[in-house]
Antibody, heavy 118, light 106 residues
Framework: QVQLVQSGADVKKPGASVNVSCKASGYTFTTYNMHWVRQAPGQGLEWMGIINATVGSTKYVQKFQGRVTMTRDTSTSTVYMELSGLKSDDTAVYYC???????????WGQGTLVTVSS | SYELTQPSSVSVSPGQTARITCSGDVLAKKYSRWFQQKPGQAPLLVIYKDTERPSGIPERFSGSSSGTTVTLTISGAQVEDEADYYCYSAADNNVVFGGGTKLTVL
């Protein structure tokens, strides 16, 4: 069955960077894209961007341009999301979500809580 | 940019029909999806391609589309259906979520 297993919770100081991983299993990794979505406490879902697992091309929401980097390792079926220059309002649960070729999203990882605090 | 608009809350009694709407110009051209999110859990896909239901999702969940509005209907809502529901659409690798609707069943 499809599984997306994310790295554990992390606490960072303002200005630092965080790297969240998402290991996929149960399907052909390079057949699907991977999205990253975040959810601040008590708030809705915010799309951050997408990585094409086949060629590694990316598209980021303008709001995160220059601060976010999405990469993938096809040998381990893992995608990574690095967010730099952390601020307190980056405190959120970060999700990876599988993206079928039709542009949708289906399976989600369990989420990774990133807390930014001095 | 694309925007999807949902009501912030909907409330029904158990056994009643709950309807949650989602409006946006992109919905006239692109499929929608609906996700259910319970507290502390990741979102779960309940409807895709406007009207399709993934395996394992109860038949009481259905979706419909008309022009720029899509609707998630829960026929005979159960207490366990109480959750936040988000609509979603995508165009040209741009993704947008609705603001979410809190469904209360009591």
């Amino acid at each position: 069955q499809v599984q997306l297993v994310q790295s554990g919770a992390d606490v960072k100081k303002p200005g630092a960077s965080v790297n969240v991983s998402c290991k996929a299993s149960g399907y052909t990794f390079t057949t699907y894209n991977m999205h990253w979505v975040r959810q601040a406490p008590g708030q809705g879902l915010e799309w951050m961007g997408i990585i094409n697992a086949t060629v590694g091309s990316t598209k980021y929401v303008q709001k995160f341009q220059g601060r976010v980097t999405m990469t993938r390792d096809t040998s381990t079926s893992t995608v990574y999301m690095e967010l730099s220059g952390l601020k307190s309002d980056d405190t959120a649960v970060y999700y990876c979500a599988r993206g079928p070729p039709d542009g949708g999203v289906d399976y989600w990882g369990q989420g990774t809580l990133v807390t930014v605090s001095s | 940019s694309y925007e999807l608009t949902q009501p912030s809350s909907v409330s029904v009694s158990p056994g009643q029909t709950a309807r949650i709407t989602c409006s946006g110009d992109v919905l006239a051209k692109k499929y929608s999806r609906w996700f259910q999110q319970k507290p502390g859990q990741a979102p779960l896909l309940v409807i895709y391609k406007d009207t399709e239901r993934p395996s394992g999702i109860p038949e009481r969940f259905s979706g419909s589309s008309s022009g720029t509005t899509v609707t998630l209907t829960i026929s005979g809502a159960q207490v366990e259906d109480e959750a936040d529901y988000y609509c979603y659409s995508a165009a040209d690798n741009n993704v947008v979520f609705g603001g979410g609707t809190k469904l209360t069943v009591l």
